[in-house]
């Protein structure tokens, strides 16, 4: 029984993951750009629903515009700052993103103080009880939207054309150009999912614990270990990955506690060893 | 249909062609022979804007299309279809396909797969498989299929021999024959297999460092001394 609620547990967390690391890899596997800022923008997001949430607001509303923010902010930021950016050079690309984390964190701490503060959960009160395993609702919510969102993507990702050309951007950036694909709207439209993305996370994330300006750093580092360990091209790896490290790092802490905080390190070093594609990572299915 | 005159095109400070003038009319297939580096591929790129030329003007149908980018053009008629293949691995053929037509509506989409299809049956058992199991000889074919796709008026061919057995050849040059004959599609073609694409073609230019040295009806240069012994290795 003890093992059954660590394994659902450890899912619930994985889904969170799952979510970031997710929208890491969309980017990194389109753009080749690695996204420090996905974890931050889930943050500065997470600050704007605090605000509206204090107001009095409905969660599903805040929900809502929360998503429609980040698909804003993503298109300004592809548009005004990647587009440009693209270029001139790549590393600057990647620093953007990095600077941005600290333009949040700092924005963050300077008008709304750095102080934690409690964020309202989706569903709020005791917590089901479900064949002896205990579940807090939020965190039930967390899995089903986390779940949803998910399957929204990969159905947007596979069925719409689209979504085919935002994959075909990650296997030839060339052979995409030629066909004439618009390539500058697949970049708009990868940062504003990614950014949509980082949204829904940060609420989740922050019903589980305190809003205060670094709540989503650990939870980027781990997205970005999920992605490795599931394999960096691949984003059903990058989910998969998520739910993985989510429920084996849950098992390590309750059985080994000695190791809880080093051993996602230990097991990223481990994976970069011996499996550096990453478990469901594609190998190129390409004969010569 | 085509007219490019007195083209430059450069790489940053290094100009690799040095003012050209190369016309496709109605129905014709041209090609442009030359060895490595004469700059033919850079001519198609151009052509696709994939590339802006320094000076000169490309006009398709008398409108300038010099500053277009390439979607504009494809959404125009002209379809580049690269060297090198540039398949996407891991898309199923399907979707390969799907992409080619990225300007069609969903039911021309339909319509045009099957025409492709019909043209490289062996396209179709394998329509759901990822495009980099095809072999060499099949992965050309699903890269013209794809460039089909779009319903060009003017089809841009890069090296579709290159790295295929002598087989193969024939059955990709039967097909642009055909395609060519029956639906009247006009076709540039860019050749380093100089005698299959004087056999093909109506005419030809030869392109030496970025200038061409000698044109004219392709049934006349296989004749020519200098190019049986420079291109023919006869």
Redesign the interface.
Known sequence: MILLNLLIRGLITGAIYSLTSMGIVLILSTTLVMNFAQGDMGMLLAYFAFFMLARQIPYPVVFAIVILIGILLGFLFEKYLMSRARKTSHLGMVMITLALTMIFEGFVGYTFSTMPLLFPKAISGDPLQIFGVIIDKHDLFTFIVSIIIVIVLFIILYKT?IG??A??LA??E?????????INSIYLFIWMAAFAIAGVSGILVAGRQTLEPHFMVVIQLKGFMAAVLGGMNSIIGSVLGGFLLGMIENLVSFYIPQIKDSFSLILIVLVLLFLPQGIFG?R????? | MLKIEELYVSYGPVEAIHGISIEVKEKEIVSILGSNGAGKSTILKTI?G?LKPKKGVITLNNKVINDLD??????MGVT?I?EGR??????TIK??L???G??LKENEVKKQMDYVINIFPILKERLNS?A?????GE?QMLVIG?GLM?KPKLLLLDEPSLGLSPKLVSTIFETLKTLNHSEFLPILLVEQNAKKALQISDRSYILVNGKIVLSGKSEDLIEKEEVKKLYLGR
């Open positions: 054309k085919i050309a994959r075909s296997e030839d060339f052979g995409a150009r030629i066909l004439g694909i618009p594609k190129e299915v390409r004969r010569a | 696709s994939i390439p979607s504009q053009i494809v959404k580049h690269p540039h398949i996407f691995p891991n898309l979707e390969n799907i992409l080619g990225y300007f990822k980099g199991s095809l072999s060499g992965q794809r779009s």
